[in-house]
């Protein structure tokens, strides 16, 4: 029952399951399959488009929990070959879906509160859940190295992505992050390079070496294969509705970057919609953002279609997109499903970190206070409805950025006896 298209691109015959086409996300012209990323009408974004006409929705749900316990269960609705899982790849996805009744009773929250837990993917964060859809792009079109910008967590999925797939990798960091992410990307053995500047110069130094020889036969996750990159959030949607007994949840609390994350979570909410996986009712999402990179709020808040760019400074460096590329998709989808965008302080942060921690037992990375933080104060300002099935990302682990958390420590020294033991007042 698979959909099989096989594109022809040049000369490289790639067979990506049911993706049957790029589409222009601007003025729909269609072009086949290959590893471009904008529109040669409009110079618009494009992304995926799918034949997913033959499947039965029955037939696709058996199908769906009969698959294996990642990502991969979810190939038919992904531009991937059907034999995917034979493949060497991480296999990350369908990680834990915690009922977060401590977090709920916190936070006001009655309807049902859950945190969507991406930091047990392989490295740590949700990027490997991309990454691992690029690598089977890159696969396909011949590339032998792999390659991103990086705000750090992205180094560390390609660099692993490539080394259990037997590529070579070369990623390009800001030279300035924290010594978790760069010692997480490096451990892989690939090549590191840190650039003298931030994110946004990172991404534009990588658009360069797209367009000269330096980076012929590079496979750049984010960038010339980012059309099939971003199919990989998709999954969160499809895991969450699944994990939730295939029911839409009321609300999302989703962190933005570039803001590539939420879009797909939007897409793949409407296509689960389409094929009849879920029943066909509204949803909102709403985005989340640290104050010291915060364009897509502060572009809602004041109503305007055009997100205008910032020079960041946060601690939620996984976060710290200045220029975000899909920002303005990001305020369509929250102005269409009733949502909002909104943005915490640093010290908002690190406290929800702590909240996060200390009543669910999951310690999130920067990215994860940035969704818990915002979920409180769109609480408080009555702009998320507490009475509603509510799912909040959690994308990175806390031992990505302990820096965040660096006051945290001891809670006594003490010697090591009963009298020294009861003087700190810790006893009974
Ligand atoms: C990359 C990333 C995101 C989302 O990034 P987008 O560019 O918006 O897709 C969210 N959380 C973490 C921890 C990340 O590394
Ligand atoms: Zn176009």
Redesign the pocket.
């Known amino acids: 029952m698979a959909v099989q298209t096989v594109a022809s691109t040049g000369n490289t015959t790639v067979d990506l399951g049911p993706a049957a086409a790029l589409s222009c996300r601007e003025c729909g012209h269609r072009v086949p399959l290959g590893p471009v990323f904008a529109c040669e009408e409009c110079f618009g974004p494009l992304e995926i488009a799918y034949d997913f006409s033959a499947y039965d929705t029955e037939e696709l749900r058996k199908r769906i929990e009969a698959g294996p316990a990642n990502i991969w269960r979810y190939a038919p609705l992904l531009p991937v070959p059907s034999d995917v899982a034979g493949k060497p790849n991480l296999n990350p996805g369908w990680t834990a879906f915690v009922k977060a009744d401590n977090l709920a009773r916190e936070l006001g929250v009655t309807g049902g509160l859950y945190v969507k837990d991406?930091s047990g993917n392989p490295t740590h964060?949700?990027?490997d859940r991309?990454v691992a859809q690029a690598l089977e792009a890159a696969r396909a079109f011949g590339f032998t190295t792999l390659s991103c910008s990086s705000?750090?967590?992205?180094a560390g999925a390609v660099g692993a992505a490539a080394a259990r797939a037997g590529f070579r990798s070369c990623v390009f960091i800001p030279h300035d992050l924290e010594q978790g992410k760069v010692v997480m990307a490096a451990v892989y053995g690939g090549e590191l390079v840190g650039i003298e500047g931030n994110y946004d110069d990172v991404n534009r130094f990588c658009s360069e070496l797209i367009g000269d020889p330096a980076g012929e036969g590079w496979g750049f996750v984010?960038v010339n294969l980012r059309p099939y990159y971003?199919e990989g959030?998709k999954t969160l949607a499809y895991e969450i509705c699944e994990q939730l007994g295939w029911r839409l949840p009321d609300q999302l609390v989703?962190?933005?970057?570039?803001?590539?994350?939420?879009?797909?979570i939007d897409k793949g909410l409407q296509e689960l919609i389409k094929l009849g996986l879920v029943e066909d009712r509204p949803y909102k999402i709403f985005g989340a953002q640290a104050e010291g990179c915060s364009p897509v709020s502060v572009a809602y808040k004041a109503g305007h279609d055009v997100v205008r760019p910032q020079k960041p400074n946060t601690i939620a460096k996984?976060?710290a997109?200045g220029n975000?590329?899909?920002g303005p998709y990001v305020l369509d989808i929250a102005r269409r499903t009733g949502g909002a965008v909104e943005d915490v302080t640093d010290e908002q942060i690190v406290d929800a970190i702590k909240l996060l921690a200390r009543t669910e037992g999951i310690f999130a990375?920067?990215?994860?206070g940035v969704t818990v933080g915002v979920t409180r104060k769109l609480i408080e300002n009555g702009l998320l409805d507490p009475t509603k099935t509510t799912v909040v990302?959690n994308?990175?682990d806390g031992l990505?950025t302990l820096d965040a958390v660096a006051g945290t420590g001891l809670t006594a020294t003490i010697r090591p006896n009963l009298d020294s033991f009861r003087e700190a007042g810790l006893d009974s």
Do not use: R, Y
Not at 254 to 264: D, F, H
């Open positions: 991406d964060s949700f990027k991309v705000t750090g967590n992205l984010n971003a959030s989703v962190p933005i970057a570039s803001g590539s994350q939420l879009t797909k996984s976060l997109i975000p590329a899909d990375e920067t990215a994860g990302l994308t990175g990505k």
